[in-house]
């Protein structure tokens, strides 16, 4: 590969730095652009998501293509030196529903920490618009970050974030962090001596949650300092020679532990929406961790449980029954038998 892969985001996304974080641990060269520079001279994608990849197309014109999870595979596919999707089908599902679980639920932490306190709104609004790519004076940083704080405290219940849902968020963070700090004291990954596309989706969650806004960072800090010291490590991984997986029918008990936490917290919802999806319903209501959840449904989070289905069916026996083993008792399983 000579050309570098384009790419534009910021800073404060985590799915930027997970990308990021990707291509550095692939050795992939890349050229990074702040997301205000893509918009003056790159083509907009059809949803206007960060970061935002630009491949070539047939006619070698650049392409704009989002959603992190599809440009990890399509990144394997390619380039098949240092690939991050284990090489046993059994550990690939498995690692693609941590990697949901932390894309689509840890980031209801994010969001819902960043939006909800005083002291992380206040440093959002002050930060986050410098890194636009653009020199802001005191007056502009001002009016700018007022605005965006505003449009994204709006967002909230967007994301499930509410004041039925928050207790629910928050102790469910503070209880993967836990499990994390115990995984860690053992183990490198979370599913090996190398990572995984788990890792990086983890990872880009934590590079706000437990690196930037106050409150989780806080927490986080106080209580699982490894979390915090394997985020800083994961973000350049490109000098890491490790190369086993875990054996998907011999999971350790801290990685059996994440996946409990996945099947109390994520599942949950993942049914539940579906099912408004698939019903048109207009709240997603349930039962998470003991607590009522309610929420809009997300046509995408449908999406998303469609795909580890069709991922799980095309399992032969042998990595069927693998996976079965490693998902009993932590509530996983139910994604692939309910419905």
Same mark, same amino acid.
């Given at each position: 590969m000579t050309d570098p892969i384009l790419i534009a985001g910021s800073p404060g996304s985590p799915y930027t730095r997970k990308m990021l974080a990707v291509l550095r641990y692939r050795r992939l060269p890349y050229r990074f652009v702040h997301r205000r520079t893509a918009l003056d001279s790159l083509p907009a994608p059809k949803v206007p998501l960060l970061p935002t990849f630009y491949f070539p197309d047939d006619a070698g014109a650049l392409a704009p293509m989002t959603d992190s999870t599809p440009i990890i595979r399509r990144l394997d596919h390619t380039h098949d030196d240092?690939?991050?999707?284990?090489?046993?089908?059994?550990?690939?599902?498995?690692?693609?529903?941590?990697?949901?679980y932390g894309d689509e639920w840890l980031t209801k932490a994010m969001f819902h920490y960043r939006w909800s306190f005083d002291a992380d709104i206040a440093k959002s609004a002050t930060v986050l618009p410098n890194w636009?790519?653009?020199?802001?004076?005191?007056?502009? #940083?001002?009016?700018m970050g007022d605005g965006f704080a505003k449009r994204q405290i709006g967002r909230l219940g967007y994301v499930g974030s509410n004041a039925v849902t928050s207790a629910t968020i928050e102790v469910s963070y503070k209880r993967l962090l836990a499990i994390l700090d115990r995984h860690f004291a053992t183990h490198h990954f979370l599913l090996g001596d190398r990572p995984g596309a788990s890792d990086f989706a983890i990872y880009g969650q934590l590079t706000q949650l437990a690196l930037f806004d106050p409150t989780p960072m806080a927490h986080a800090t106080a209580n699982a300092p490894r979390v915090i010291a394997w985020?800083?490590?994961?973000?350049?991984?490109?000098?890491?020679?490790?190369?086993?997986?875990?054996?998907?029918?011999? #999971?350790p008990a801290t990685t059996t532990a994440l996946?409990?936490?996945?099947?109390?917290t994520y599942v949950p919802l993942l049914l539940a929406n579906a099912d408004a999806v698939h019903n048109s319903i207009d709240i997603v209501s349930t039962v998470i961790d003991g607590r009522v959840w309610e929420q809009a449904p997300f046509s995408y989070q449908a999406k998303c449980l469609a795909a580890l289905?069709?991922?799980?069916?095309?399992?032969?026996?042998?990595?069927?029954?693998?996976?079965?083993h490693a998902l009993a008792g932590t509530g996983c399983a139910a994604l692939f038998t309910d419905g």
């Amino acid at each position: 590969m000579t050309d570098p892969i384009l790419i534009a985001g910021s800073p404060g996304s985590p799915y930027t730095r997970k990308m990021l974080a990707v291509l550095r641990y692939r050795r992939l060269p890349y050229r990074f652009v702040h997301r205000r520079t893509a918009l003056d001279s790159l083509p907009a994608p059809k949803v206007p998501l960060l970061p935002t990849f630009y491949f070539p197309d047939d006619a070698g014109a650049l392409a704009p293509m989002t959603d992190s999870t599809p440009i990890i595979r399509r990144l394997d596919h390619t380039h098949d030196d240092r690939q991050v999707i284990p090489t046993d089908p059994a550990l690939a599902l498995i690692d693609a529903l941590i990697e949901d679980y932390g894309d689509e639920w840890l980031t209801k932490a994010m969001f819902h920490y960043r939006w909800s306190f005083d002291a992380d709104i206040a440093k959002s609004a002050t930060v986050l618009p410098n890194w636009f790519g653009k020199p802001l004076a005191d007056a502009a #940083l001002a009016t700018m970050g007022d605005g965006f704080a505003k449009r994204q405290i709006g967002r909230l219940g967007y994301v499930g974030s509410n004041a039925v849902t928050s207790a629910t968020i928050e102790v469910s963070y503070k209880r993967l962090l836990a499990i994390l700090d115990r995984h860690f004291a053992t183990h490198h990954f979370l599913l090996g001596d190398r990572p995984g596309a788990s890792d990086f989706a983890i990872y880009g969650q934590l590079t706000q949650l437990a690196l930037f806004d106050p409150t989780p960072m806080a927490h986080a800090t106080a209580n699982a300092p490894r979390v915090i010291a394997w985020a800083h490590v994961m973000e350049d991984l490109s000098g890491e020679e490790g190369a086993d997986w875990f054996d998907a029918a011999d #999971l350790p008990a801290t990685t059996t532990a994440l996946l409990t936490e996945i099947g109390h917290t994520y599942v949950p919802l993942l049914l539940a929406n579906a099912d408004a999806v698939h019903n048109s319903i207009d709240i997603v209501s349930t039962v998470i961790d003991g607590r009522v959840w309610e929420q809009a449904p997300f046509s995408y989070q449908a999406k998303c449980l469609a795909a580890l289905r069709s991922q799980y069916r095309t399992l032969d026996r042998a990595a069927r029954a693998r996976v079965n083993h490693a998902l009993a008792g932590t509530g996983c399983a139910a994604l692939f038998t309910d419905g």
